[in-house]
DNA sequence: GTAGGGTTAG
């Protein structure tokens, strides 16, 4: 498009001052600078402005650029292909690119890539073949980077790996990209073997390699919880001078945290010769796994050093209040959060309903719930979750059946919140209802989590001979995850004969485990076997086998109080235990009745 | 003037 085509429409101008100012500009230069000046077209200007309009986030500002062009080539086009899709808007990305499609104008390379780009984001598998077509149909396949982001769209749109391979396979020069992203398509499906394998290929054939194929093969490692491998690659990352890059420093940083070698880590993040605020997300989320203590502690140590935290960072510190049960310091952190604008991001607000429930707070769960533009899977589930702990089977019910309205498909989480659910609130039958509505509407076929559920659903309703029914009927062998709960209802309604039947089943599968000992012996004393009883306490004793002792803890102004049975704790906090005698009286009232018999059994252990 | 792969949360 000439300039004086642009300049024809002075009078009511669609293009922005700035553009204007920069044809202005152009046309007012009467000595060409020094180099040689080449002016560039009206398109090209409008496109670099497109494309930094998406960088700052303006999307709006980009679109009434592009709709104003009077002419708009296939650059153009792209540049808000891209744009779009850069900005987490493949929507829109996709919406455009059907639009250029029915102006007839041919896509070149970076066309089909910054589209496919958008379907492996929308992981739409037809859209992404469908472009694919387009691609042979232009002959821009054989590009390298449209087979390249064939083969991503692929890895991530498919159940299997096949087609990727496929494209790969087709390529004829591979270059370090097209081998670094079948690595990271094994590796992102969980299938670290997968990525390793490819790697070694990689070192086979002699690849030059470079931090991208270290970050995701250290992730591989990750993945396959291997920190013998992961340890292999540290020394290789060292050998090939990559040990200050640091995506792939944090990489290591989050292998050792993953495969639980903490005092790999901690010597490792003090080592670092940079860091980042991923690097402290990945201390912080690592310990949250295993110490969340420990994790707000590098938290404050992060602050302290400066470092901002962002989404990342909340996440993963509200976590750890919810395991804690950290109420105060998880509600300063929501602060914070509201504070900050970033209440509005998802996975935060799922974090938030799952520490407000942990820490006993349903109401304000609901709340956080409540308040959200967007909800997915997790944010359902950890609301359903919280209403069953607290007891609200109504609730969760209630809470599934709107979530099927809303379009949002349950998976086998969202069906063990709900059977747990049921099963806390004593809803027996409409927790078989779900449980047939699972395999027979949803077809996902019942492991033993979800038999264990069922079980538990029986057994704590009384119905201990249909759990054990059910539990001869499963189509194959059931493990502690089944014969737990069915321990449990057995001892709680009184089946001695079906409990000891239980606990030697969980103790041929796991014979360190104390509790079931405990419980074992419980249910000979309740049957008057104190000969039995002692045996196994014996047994115990001689095994050094304990059972882990049971703690409480209570959150009390800025102090945290943790205690086991016989501490005096009632000296540390005033009134505690005129608390407590208040709860006692309310369930009394409420017409709770306290299994004296397993109180006295369990006080004689110390347990 | 337009396109690619890697690290952190749920």
């Given at each position: 498009?000439s300039?004086?085509?642009?300049?024809?429409?002075?009078?009511?101008?669609?293009?922005?001052?700035?553009?204007?100012?920069?044809?202005?500009?152009?046309?007012?230069?009467?000595?060409?600078?020094?180099?040689?000046?080449?002016?560039?077209?009206?398109?090209?200007?409008?496109?670099?402005?497109?494309?930094?309009?998406?960088?700052?986030?303006?999307?709006?500002?980009?679109?009434?650029?592009?709709?104003?062009?009077?002419?708009?080539?296939?650059?153009?086009?792209?540049?808000?292909?891209?744009?779009?899709?850069?900005?987490?808007?493949?929507?829109?990305?996709?919406?455009?690119f059907?639009?250029?499609?029915?102006?007839?104008?041919?896509p070149n390379?970076?066309?089909?890539?910054?589209?496919?780009?958008?379907?492996?984001?929308?992981?739409?598998?037809?859209?992404?073949?469908?472009?694919?077509?387009?691609?042979?149909?232009?002959?821009?396949?054989?590009?390298?980077?449209?087979?390249?982001?064939?083969?991503?769209?692929?890895?991530?749109?498919?159940?299997?790996?096949?087609d990727?391979?496929?494209?790969?396979?087709?390529?004829?020069?591979?270059?370090?990209?097209?081998?670094?992203?079948?690595?990271?398509?094994?590796?992102?499906?969980?299938?670290?073997?997968?990525?390793?394998?490819?790697?070694?290929?990689?070192?086979l054939?002699?690849?030059?390699?470079?931090?991208?194929?270290?970050?995701?093969?250290?992730r591989?490692?990750?993945?396959?919880?291997?920190?013998?491998?992961?340890?292999?690659?540290?020394?290789?990352?060292?050998?090939?001078?990559?040990?200050?890059?640091?995506?792939?420093?944090?990489?290591?940083?989050?292998?050792?945290?993953?495969?639980?070698?903490?005092?790999?880590a901690?010597?490792?993040?003090?080592?670092?010769?940079?860091?980042?605020?991923?690097?402290w997300?990945?201390?912080?989320?690592?310990?949250?796994?295993?110490?969340?203590?420990?994790?707000?502690?590098?938290?404050?140590?992060?602050?302290?050093?400066?470092?901002?935290?962002?989404?990342?960072?909340?996440?993963s510190?509200?976590?750890?209040?919810?395991?804690?049960?950290?109420?105060?310091?998880?509600?300063?952190?929501?602060?914070?959060?509201i504070?900050?604008?970033?209440?509005?991001?998802?996975?935060?607000?799922?974090?938030?309903?799952?520490?407000?429930?942990?820490?006993?707070?349903?109401?304000?769960?609901?709340?956080?719930f409540?308040?959200m533009?967007?909800?997915?899977?997790v944010?359902?589930?950890?609301?359903m979750?919280?209403?069953?702990?607290?007891?609200?089977?109504?609730?969760?019910?209630?809470?599934?059946?709107?979530?099927?309205?809303?379009d949002?498909?349950?998976?086998?989480?969202?069906?063990?919140?709900?059977?747990?659910?049921?099963?806390?609130?004593?809803?027996?039958?409409?927790?078989?209802?779900?449980?047939?509505l699972?395999?027979?509407?949803y077809?996902?076929?019942?492991?033993?989590?979800?038999?264990?559920?069922?079980?538990?659903?029986?057994?704590?309703?009384?119905?201990?001979?249909?759990?054990?029914?059910?539990?001869?009927?499963?189509?194959?062998?059931?493990?502690?995850?089944?014969?737990?709960p069915?321990?449990?209802?057995?001892?709680?309604?009184?089946?001695?004969?079906?409990?000891?039947?239980?606990?030697?089943?969980?103790?041929?599968?796991?014979?360190?485990?104390?509790?079931?000992?405990?419980?074992?012996?419980?249910?000979?004393?309740?049957?008057?076997?104190?000969?039995?009883?002692?045996?196994?306490?014996?047994?115990?004793?001689?095994?050094?086998?304990?059972?882990?002792?049971?703690?409480?803890?209570?959150?009390?102004?800025?102090?945290?109080?943790?205690?086991?049975?016989?501490?005096?704790?009632?000296?540390?906090?005033?009134?505690?235990?005129?608390?407590?005698?208040?709860?006692?009286?309310?369930?009394?009232?409420?017409?709770?009745?306290?299994?004296?018999d397993?109180?006295?059994?369990?006080?004689?252990?110390?347990?």
């Open positions: 498009m300039t004086r085509k642009l300049l024809s429409t002075t009078h009511f101008h669609p293009i922005p001052l700035i553009v204007r100012n920069s044809i202005q500009l152009v046309q007012n230069c009467t000595t060409p600078p020094n180099p040689p000046f080449i002016p560039k077209g009206p398109s090209v200007l409008a496109t670099t402005l497109i494309k930094s309009y998406f960088e700052k986030g303006l999307i709006r500002e980009a679109r009434t650029l592009f709709d104003e062009m009077p002419e708009r080539d296939v650059v153009a086009w792209t540049a808000m292909i891209a744009g779009y899709t850069s900005c987490n808007n493949r929507t829109h990305a996709w919406m455009v059907c639009e250029m499609m029915n102006e007839e104008l041919d390379a970076f066309t089909i890539s910054s589209v496919l780009k958008a379907c492996k984001g929308m992981k739409c598998l037809p859209y992404g073949r469908l472009v694919h077509g387009l691609a042979i149909k232009h002959g821009l396949d054989g590009f390298i980077y449209v087979d390249n982001a064939l083969m991503d769209m692929y890895a991530t749109c498919c159940v299997s790996m096949d990727a391979c496929m494209v790969f396979r087709g390529i004829h020069l591979k270059n370090e990209v097209s081998w670094t992203t079948l690595i990271a398509g094994y590796t992102h499906r969980d299938d670290g073997y997968g990525g390793l394998r490819v790697f070694r290929k990689m070192l054939e002699e690849v030059e390699l470079n931090p991208f194929s270290f970050s995701i093969a250290v591989a490692c990750t993945s396959i919880g291997s920190h013998t491998f992961g340890e292999q690659l540290h020394a290789a990352v060292t050998k090939h001078g990559f040990e200050s890059n640091l995506p792939v420093m944090n990489s290591i940083l989050d292998m050792y945290c993953r495969c639980s070698c903490f005092s790999e901690n010597r490792y993040f003090y080592e670092m010769n940079q860091r980042d605020l991923i690097t997300n990945t201390l912080i989320a690592g310990y949250e796994r295993s110490n969340p203590t420990e994790s707000l502690y590098v938290f404050s140590m992060m602050e302290s050093e400066g470092f901002s935290p962002n989404c990342f960072t909340f996440t510190i509200m976590a750890a209040c919810a395991t804690l049960a950290f109420l105060n310091c998880g509600q300063q952190i929501h602060g914070r959060i504070r900050r604008g970033l209440d509005g991001n998802l996975a935060l607000s799922n974090a938030l309903i799952d520490m407000y429930s942990k820490c006993g707070n349903i109401a304000d769960s609901h709340q956080v409540g308040g533009s967007h909800r997915d899977l944010s359902w589930t950890a609301m979750i919280g209403y069953g702990t607290h007891g609200y089977g109504e609730e969760a019910v209630e809470l599934f059946d709107k979530m099927v309205r809303s949002i498909r349950p998976d086998r989480v969202v069906f063990m919140a709900i059977l747990s659910a049921c099963s806390h609130a004593g809803l027996v039958d409409e927790g078989l209802r779900y449980f047939k699972m395999v027979g509407d077809n996902i076929s019942p492991d033993q989590e979800i038999y264990g559920c069922v079980v538990d659903l029986l057994g704590r309703a009384g119905k201990v001979e249909e759990a054990y029914e059910l539990i001869e009927s499963m189509p194959f062998k059931p493990d502690e995850c089944v014969w737990g069915f321990l449990g209802a057995c001892k709680a309604h009184r089946f001695p004969n079906l409990g000891k039947l239980a606990a030697h089943r969980i103790l041929d599968l796991r014979p360190n485990m104390a509790g079931t000992y405990v419980m074992l012996s419980n249910i000979y004393a309740a049957d008057g076997k104190w000969g039995e009883f002692a045996r196994l306490r014996k047994l115990m004793k001689r095994m050094g086998n304990k059972k882990e002792t049971g703690r409480s803890w209570v959150e009390v102004g800025n102090h945290v109080y943790s205690f086991v049975v016989g501490d005096e704790v009632g000296s540390k906090i005033e009134g505690i235990y005129q608390v407590l005698e208040n709860l006692i009286g309310h369930m009394k009232e409420s017409g709770y009745v306290p299994d004296l397993c109180l006295v059994y369990d006080l004689e252990d110390g347990t």
